[in-house]
């Protein structure tokens, strides 16, 4: 069947895996060049100790960021059903599905998140794009609900 409506959304990725690199290398190259002068001296054992912390650090961070790439929503509206499948950076996967004709859209201004998405419908409600952008999720909500009532 083919789908009114099909969408694959992911969080924004500033930092391309060549980013990451680039990153890491001009940070450990900083840390080098300011130990120089240091060399030869006890002060530089210390300061050895403060800049392996340092990429240590970084590095952990990088690598959480590149795990948090992986999260993906991907919504399918077909005639007879409306499909969700969220896959988590831990390889969890949830799905959600229902009828269309009675899924409704909401869009909560005033929730804890700005713009807060959800579908409702199976007896179930659930978030969507909650990683989105405020106007990225009204843009959704829009598109969406305009697929819905030319489903109906």
Same mark, same amino acid.
Do not use: C, Q
């Given at each position: 069947m083919?789908?009114?409506?099909?969408?694959?959304?992911?969080?924004?990725?500033?930092?391309t895996r060549e980013?990451? $690199?680039?990153v #890491?290398?001009?940070?450990?190259?900083? $840390?080098?060049?300011? $130990?120089?002068?240091?060399l030869?001296?006890?002060?530089?054992?210390?300061?050895v100790?403060?800049?392996?912390?340092?990429?240590?650090?970084?590095?952990? #961070? $990088?690598?959480y960021?590149?795990? !948090?790439?992986?999260?993906?929503?991907?919504?399918i509206?077909?005639?007879?059903?409306?499909?969700?499948e969220?896959?988590?950076?831990?390889g969890?996967? #949830?799905?959600?599905?229902?009828?269309?004709?009675?899924?409704?859209?909401r869009l909560?201004p005033?929730h804890k998140?700005?713009?807060?998405?959800?579908l409702?419908?199976?007896?179930?409600e659930?978030?969507?794009?909650? #990683?989105?952008?405020?106007?990225a999720?009204? !843009?959704?909500?829009?598109?969406i609900?305009?697929a819905?009532s030319?489903?109906?």
């Amino acid at each position: 069947m083919t789908p009114i409506l099909e969408l694959r959304l992911r969080p924004y990725r500033s930092l391309t895996r060549e980013g990451v $690199l680039w990153v #890491f290398g001009i940070v450990l190259l900083a $840390l080098i060049v300011t $130990l120089v002068p240091f060399l030869g001296t006890s002060v530089a054992w210390v300061l050895v100790g403060f800049k392996v912390l340092t990429l240590l650090m970084l590095g952990g #961070f $990088l690598l959480y960021n590149e795990r !948090a790439a992986t999260l993906e929503e991907h919504l399918i509206l077909e005639p007879a059903r409306i499909r969700v499948e969220r896959r988590e950076p831990g390889g969890r996967r #949830f799905e959600w599905e229902a009828n269309p004709y009675w899924v409704e859209a909401r869009l909560h201004p005033n929730h804890k998140v700005e713009n807060y998405l959800t579908l409702r419908g199976a007896g179930r409600e659930i978030e969507l794009g909650a #990683f989105l952008t405020p106007g990225a999720r009204t !843009a959704l909500y829009d598109d969406i609900t305009r697929a819905l009532s030319r489903l109906r």
